[in-house]
């Protein structure tokens, strides 16, 4: 089962926890065993697990990529976002999930994130239940 999510962004850069999300397809897909596939078809936002239990890790994830790969760096692009694609680039734009028992399986402090970097924007997001 294929689902397509919009999700609109509030900032140019922001993480967002669409894990709940995720859990609703696997519970609407009715698949008891499988996989999620979560894909973002953009090239300045991307797709992470991270920690869950203190908000100031997607903070921390913002400020170490803003210091690391700067807006003013100088880059050709004309259009002035190559640190978002670079972002996007290294943080990844899918990543799987294993269900077990009707419940995808996370650790216990993670969560999964919409990463944006280019916004605010409005984005589309697929989710992709396979059965085994």
């Known amino acids: 089962m294929l689902y397509k999510y919009n999700i609109k962004t509030n900032k140019r850069e922001e993480l967002i926890d669409i894990t709940n999300l995720i859990k609703e397809c696997v519970i609407k897909s009715k698949i008891n065993s499988g ?52 972002k996007s680039s ?5 990543l799987n999930l294993i269900i077990n028992s009707g419940n995808i399986i996370l650790g216990m402090w993670q969560s999964v994130y919409f990463c944006e970097f280019d916004g605010p924007r409005n984005r589309e997001l697929f989710i992709k239940v396979i059965s085994d």
């Open 35 to 86: 996989i999620v596939i979560v894909f973002v078809p953009h090239t300045t936002s991307a797709i992470t697990i991270n920690e869950n239990g203190d908000p100031n890790v997607k903070k921390d994830i913002i400020k170490f990529l803003n210091e690391k790969i700067p807006v003013d760096y100088g880059f050709s692009h004309y259009e002035g976002n190559s640190d978002a694609h670079i």
């Open 90 to 94: 290294l943080m990844g734009n899918s």
